[in-house]
């Protein structure tokens, strides 16, 4: 096997975050997580090196060199031309068999290890530089057609023109390869948010999980009322369970990327959405980000109906909780002389009713 | 909410076919306005139903053990250890059904002046608590050896001659009013021994609970009861005991033997019949004396046998034992696994204090909750089984006696008779005997007793109200936090009530045993010998349950019990085995039938009934 350098493929756990020049930042920071014992949606990136092996030897490279050479000062209007130019060429160019049968043969294996022909994925861009929002992502393709066309579109949406402008003003050429993240589109059976602290109180000895039926949009934008779980963090003991009234979930448009809502079933509305064991599993990693980073996080996860227990719990989103991370820290008993004062303060003081 | 306050206990109506059924208990149990100031405390307090230790209404003789720990926990708090907010706590009867009420001190003035004298006198007794304990064990083992000396036998026609040539100048008559008041006060002093270190064990394991839940809001009981929980816990020892045996068993060579439909009796048959047989006989043997005196209850009542009264119930807890050891199952404690598990939960809490001042009160109130752990795990094995078990059938033997001489009809009809009554017939018989006539007891108690069975059933028919009279603000007194759970929740869903035990109740409500929710199908059993009846995976519904009832926990999902709180016997088990639980429903075991879907949720102690069978 060729070294990482110069392969085309490679799946998120054959990499991990120095390797960002060879499959983009995303790519290798999702590999970084697995090396954690984080699970993400299973999945692989397509090289840097794979796209640039595309525009060399289709000689796409050599033309938009040419063309650029003739197009004269660089305006608004030229980056426009230029842009249509690449991006007419990648599109319209047929990828390198060799390259393309390794593309094809992840997808497979995808789809193998899902169950299912035509196994959705995401075709996401990952820049060796942080580049936010300037090239695309696409979401629920679907088949091996598809796949293909969206790589190559997802290569030339390194060429929209808002892309180049953001470069040039960077310093950097016109030039831009950038490598493909294809991760199975998790099957979100259920989502929910984790926190590693009560965020009611900012008790670091808690996890809180907000779970609900569909994809994570129900919950985040409060949509519905989720399936509550506060865990003890220490011994994984749940210390409050409430079932939420889950009436709505968001999934897919049928062969569409277009989130929609659909009803619940009355039964299902009255079940816990999760199991014991996946409240534990969920609990389990939301301890590893906690431990992994050194604070508390917030944690968005998807439950993957494709796949089989404990591979379905996918974590989607880290980041640092915000709120009680801030804040200063007090005690929050009072002090005493000894134990029998502690003792005689707590029988003085009692339990009120009222 | 119905109201903020509940029926005043003066209004509670009798029930129809009872009148007159006061003269089964103690004059003082009754509500009463004769005294108007007494009258005005009664409707002024909150009186709660002891659903926790009484899921039946009261046979006469047993309300002996209610009156000893009325006078018991309360002197202690009161006299003893002065505990300065708190006295004692009341007792009443209604119906057969016992309330209770703590009784707190209003005046600050008292309070402050309490102050010093408990500091040094509950002071010593933590300072110095593991010498006094060990002191407590030697006191009541004497006293058990002393009870199981104690024997009562029918009057001889004529005294022995040896009472005449030794000029024991005494009669056997007396002998026999004596031996019976020792009985008695065997037992008072037994729960005497009791309390000596119980107020002081919860006031100190409050106070752990209330701390840590200042530093972690919502900590689980079970994380803090994993946190001080001992090792080698007496109430585990018969169980574990019964694992020894089944591995014996095993590797002797008995296991096709024991999967025979064969109950204790012919099993021990055919175990005597080879020498590696005997061994095991005589292995098990040693295990009876004390283990099997395990009741099969909480032994608060006269019915609720030990291992030793019947043995097919340990033999068909060995048989379980030893084929869930072939089948490859954890059986028992793992005591490794929970020491390093221990150590691990304090650690990381520990890490966790962000201040020093946390720090110090974690670490004080942890210690001080380790102390006297030990004791409030293993006092019931000594006083409400080892002792109880045996004094049920002291009491018997005065029974059988009264029998055979037709005060009473069947041995269990003693437990109709108060027990000073019982003291009376026993004066009746021993002077009859003496002067050579007819008593009066046969043609007196069997028509009593007939009518007193007939108000007891009325009794068991008839639903207690939670609760009676007035809630209080702040409730001081440490047992009614800790093992009645009496809390501002529990009062408001109490008065909810309404419509109890009527029609088609499909919601019930408990306190939370042990965290977790499932489903599943219920088991309703009435008591230990019904335990082969359990299937895997069924949730198991019981009036209460003992440590005798151990190896259902493996088979079951969840529990549910009529009597219990927080810290009862089913609720600790099943947070040791991870099992949703919701203790103290007061009438699962009536509104729920075997195969009924229920539903329990151990943190909110909800249990649903899905779906009849």
């Known amino acids: 096997m060729p070294g990482k350098e110069t392969r085309y493929t490679l799946w998120y756990e054959e990499t991990d975050g120095q390797d960002f020049n060879f499959v983009g930042k995303k790519n290798a920071n999702l590999g970084e997580m697995i090396k954690a014992g984080i699970r993400v949606s299973p999945g692989f990136s397509i090289s840097i090196y794979a796209n640039d092996t595309f525009i060399t030897d289709t000689g796409i490279k050599g033309k938009i060199e040419a063309y650029l050479a003739d197009l004269g000062p660089v305006t608004y209007e030229t980056t426009k031309k230029a842009s249509e130019y690449a991006i007419g060429l990648i599109e319209a160019a047929s990828i390198p068999a060799v390259i393309e049968e390794e593309i094809l043969s992840g997808y497979r294996r995808l789809c193998e290890l899902s169950g299912t022909a035509d196994v959705p994925v995401a075709v996401r861009s990952s820049g060796a530089i942080s580049m936010p929002g300037q090239m695309e992502t696409y979401l629920n393709i679907r088949g091996e057609k598809d796949l293909i066309d969206y790589v190559k579109r997802c290569w030339s949406s390194a060429y929209n023109v808002e892309a180049i402008m953001y470069r040039a003003n960077k310093g950097m050429g016109f030039l831009f390869n950038i490598g493909v993240g294809i991760p199975k589109m998790v099957n979100s059976r259920v989502s929910g948010i984790i926190f590693t602290i009560n965020p009611l109180n900012g008790d670091p000895s808690k996890i809180s999980i907000d779970a609900s039926y569909g994809l994570g949009e129900a919950v985040v934008s409060g949509l519905v009322t989720p399936d509550t779980f506060l865990v003890d963090k220490i011994t994984f003991d749940p210390v409050k369970t409430t079932v939420g009234s889950k009436e709505v979930q968001c999934v897919y448009r049928e062969n569409g990327s277009d989130i929609i809502q659909a009803d619940v079933a009355g039964e299902m509305r009255q079940r816990l959405c999760v199991s014991t064991e996946e409240v534990g599993e969920l609990c389990r990693l939301g301890k590893l980000i906690e431990d992994y980073y050194g604070k508390a996080y917030d944690i968005e996860f998807g439950i993957d109906a494709d796949l089989s227990f404990p591979n379905n719990i996918i974590i989607l989103q880290v980041r640092p909780e915000s709120v009680w991370s801030k804040k200063e820290v007090t005690a929050r008993t009072e002090k005493r002389k000894d134990p029998m004062e502690r003792i005689l303060g707590q029988l003085l003081t009692g339990v009120k009713l009222k | ?613």
């Open chain 2, 1 to 613: 909410m119905a109201g903020t306050t509940f029926m005043d206990p003066h209004d509670v109506p009798v029930i129809a076919g009872t009148q007159g059924w006061e003269r089964m208990y103690p004059y003082q149990y009754q509500f009463s306005k004769d005294d108007p100031e007494r009258g005005a405390f009664e409707s002024s307090q909150i009186w709660y139903y002891d659903g926790l230790h009484y899921p039946e209404p009261h046979y006469p003789f047993d309300l002996i053990w209610d009156e000893a720990w009325s006078l018991a926990l309360s002197q202690y708090n009161t006299r003893h250890f002065i505990i300065p907010p708190a006295l004692g706590i009341d007792h009443r009867i209604v119906n057969g059904y016992v309330y209770i009420t703590p009784v707190g001190i209003a005046d600050q003035e008292v309070v402050a002046k309490r102050v010093p004298h408990f500091l040094e006198r509950a002071g010593y007794y933590y300072q110095n608590w593991d010498r006094l304990y060990e002191n407590w064990k030697k006191k009541v083992t004497g006293l058990i050896a002393e009870l199981e000396a104690l024997e009562f036998s029918e009057l001889p026609e004529m005294e022995d001659i040896s009472v005449v040539t030794e000029g024991v100048g005494k009669g056997r008559g007396f002998d026999m009013l004596k031996r019976y008041d020792d009985l008695i006060n065997m037992g008072l002093l037994n729960w005497q021994y009791h309390f000596e270190f119980l107020n002081l064990g919860y006031a100190a394991y409050v106070t752990f609970i209330n701390t840590t839940n200042q530093i972690f809001p919502g900590i689980p009981i079970s994380t803090l009861t994993k946190m001080v929980s001992g090792i080698d816990v007496v109430m585990y020892k018969p169980d574990s005991e019964l694992i020894r045996l089944a591995r014996l068993a095993i590797k002797e060579g008995f296991e096709e033997l024991f999967m025979r439909p064969l109950n204790a009796a012919g099993l021990m048959a055919e175990l005597e019949k080879s020498p590696a047989g005997k061994d095991w006989l005589s292995e098990m043997e040693r295990a009876r004396y004390p283990w099997f005196y395990i009741s099969t209850g909480t032994g608060w009542y006269h019915h609720h046998i030990s291992w030793n009264d019947n043995l097919d119930i340990p033999f068909d807890a060995i048989r379980m034992h030893i084929r869930s050891i072939k089948e490859g199952k954890e059986v028992g404690r793992p005591t490794e696994k929970l020491v390093k598990e221990r150590d691990r939960i304090v650690e990381e809490y520990r890490k966790l204090i962000k201040t020093d001042d946390d720090r110090e009160a974690f670490e004080q109130c942890l210690a001080v909750a380790r102390t006297v752990f030990p004791y409030v795990e293993d006092h019931l094995f000594y006083i409400e089984h080892w002792f109880h078990s045996i004094f049920w059938n002291k009491v018997r033997q005065i029974g059988r006696i009264l029998q055979n001489s037709g005060f009473i009809e069947d041995v269990e009809d003693i437990w109709y008779l108060k027990r000073d009554e019982i003291k009376q017939a026993l004066w009746d018989y021993c002077t009859a005997w003496a002067t050579g006539v007819k008593p009066r007891g046969p043609s007196y108690w069997p028509k009593e007793i007939t009518w007193r069975k007939e108000v007891y059933k009325k009794f068991r028919d008839w639903v207690p109200p939670p609760a009676l009279g007035v809630p209080p603000d702040v409730v001081t007194e440490p047992f009614t936090i800790v093992l009645w759970g009496v809390t501002t929740d529990v009062l408001g869903e109490w008065l909810k009530g309404g419509g109890d035990g009527e029609g088609e109740q499909t919601e019930l409500k408990g306190s939370p045993g042990s965290s977790g929710i499932v489903e599943g199908r219920a088991r309703v059993l009435r008591n230990v010998s019904e335990l082969s009846d359990l299937k895997e995976g069924e949730i198991l519904v019981a009036t209460t349950t003992s440590p005798s009832w151990a190896p259902a926990f493996v088979k079951i999902a969840g529990a549910v019990t009529d009597v219990g709180g927080p810290m009862c016997h089913a609720a600790i088990v099943c947070r040791e085995y991870g099992l949703p639980t919701v203790v103290g429903t007061g009438k699962a075991t009536h509104l729920i039938k075997t195969g009924d879907l229920i539903r329990i949720d151990g943190d909110s102690g909800a249990v649903v009934i899905l779906e009849r069978i």
